[in-house]
C-alpha cells in the first residue's frame, strides 16, 4: 500500500509565501521544487503522487517535509556544507577596487580585467566577475560638456521656457547648420561575414568630391525641417536662408519670430538684419552649451539616415539626398519633446573611491 504524505500545517501567511515561491520565475529553481513538495504534503497528497508529479524520490519528500516541519520556509535551503575555503572573499575585493585608485602600469591610459590579473596575479575571470558584479564598466566612458557661461541659467531658463511655454501667436525657430559635409563616392553593398552574418559594407577607399554646407530650421512645435544647402557658411548664407525661411513659415500680420541659435560668429551681429524684420527676435544658446538647441537632435538622426555609409558622385548628389530626406522626413515629422538630464560638474570624481564613498 502506497504511503501518504504525513499530515502537516501551517499559518495561512506561510502557505501564501509558498505559492508565490512555488510560481516564481525568479526564484532558485530548487527553492521552486520544494515548494510545490511541501504544499502538495499541506494538501493532503499521497507521496507516490508527489513523486510522480514532480519527479522526485519518496526520501527527499519525507527529507524536505521534516526540514519544514522544524524550520519553516528557511529549512528549504540548503544547510551549510563543508568544502573548500573561500579564495576570493571580502580582503581580495577590497585589493582588486583598491588597485582601480592606483594610477596603471605599462603607461596605460586606463586599468582594465587583465591588466588588474596580472598585477594582482590573481584570477582574471573572478576580476571580470566582481567587476560585473559592482558595476564598474572600465571600458565605457561617458563624455560631457558643461558651460562656463556666468549667464548660463537665465539663457537655459529663456531657451527651455520657448520649447515648454512658447509665447502666443509666435513660431519658435531652432537654427543651426552643419558645415563641410563631404561628399565621398565609395563602394558600398553588403557583405557575408565568416559567422554567416549580412551586414553593410563601405570600401574603405574613397574620393572626395567636394563639400556642402546644411542650414536648417526646426519648427519645434510641429517638428517640421526647413533645409537650404550651400557651397559656403558666410553671413551672408545665414541671412539668405532666413529671408527664405520667413517666406515658408506661417505669418500673419501679429506673428513673432523667435530663433533659437548658437554662437557661432556667422549667427551675430545681425543687427541690421534684425532691424529691418522687427517680429524676429534671436536667442542665444550659453556659450558650450549648443545641446541646448533642439536642431541638433535632428542633424544626428539626419547623420545616421543619410550620410553614415553613403556614396556621392558629387556635390549635386549630396545635395539632392538631403533634400529628399528633408522632403520625406516632414511628411511624418512630429515634434522633438524637450527632456534633458542635468548633468554638474561635481558628478566627475578623481578616484573610483571617492566615487563609492
Known sequence: MSRKAKVITCEEGVRKELERISRSQTEETRLVRRSRIILGCLNGQRIMDICAELGEHADVIIKWRGRFEKFGIPGLCDAP??????????????????????????????????????VLETSEDAVQRLLKKEGIQLARMRTWCISTDPEFAPKAADIVGLYLNPPQNAVVISVDEKPSIQALSRRTGVVKT??????????????RNGTRNLFAALETATGIIHGRTTATKKRTDFLAFMDDLLKELPCTESTNYHVI???????????????????????????????????????????????????????????GALGAYINAYNKTAEPFVWKKREVRGTQIKDTLANLRG
Not at 551586414?199 to 574603405?204: D, L, P, Q, Y
Open 81 to 118: 556544507r563543508s568544502g573548500k575555503p573561500v579564495t576570493y572573499d571580502g580582503q581580495w575585493r577590497q585589493r582588486v577596487l583598491g588597485k582601480l585608485g592606483e594610477p596603471p602600469p605599462d603607461g596605460l591610459a586606463r586599468w582594465d580585467g587583465p591588466t588588474l590579473a596580472r
Open 194 to 207: 565568416s559567422n554567416g552574418k549580412i551586414v553593410s559594407a563601405v570600401k574603405s577607399t574613397y574620393r
Open 261 to 319: 541659435l548658437d554662437n557661432y560668429c556667422i549667427h551675430k551681429r545681425c543687427d541690421a538684419w534684425l532691424a529691418a524684420h522687427p517680429n524676429v527676435t534671436f536667442h542665444y544658446t550659453p556659450t558650450s552649451a549648443s545641446w541646448l538647441n533642439l536642431v541638433e537632435v535632428w542633424f544626428g538622426i539626419m547623420s545616421r539616415k543619410v550620410l553614415r555609409g553613403a556614396s556621392f558622385e558629387d556635390t549635386e548628389a549630396l545635395a
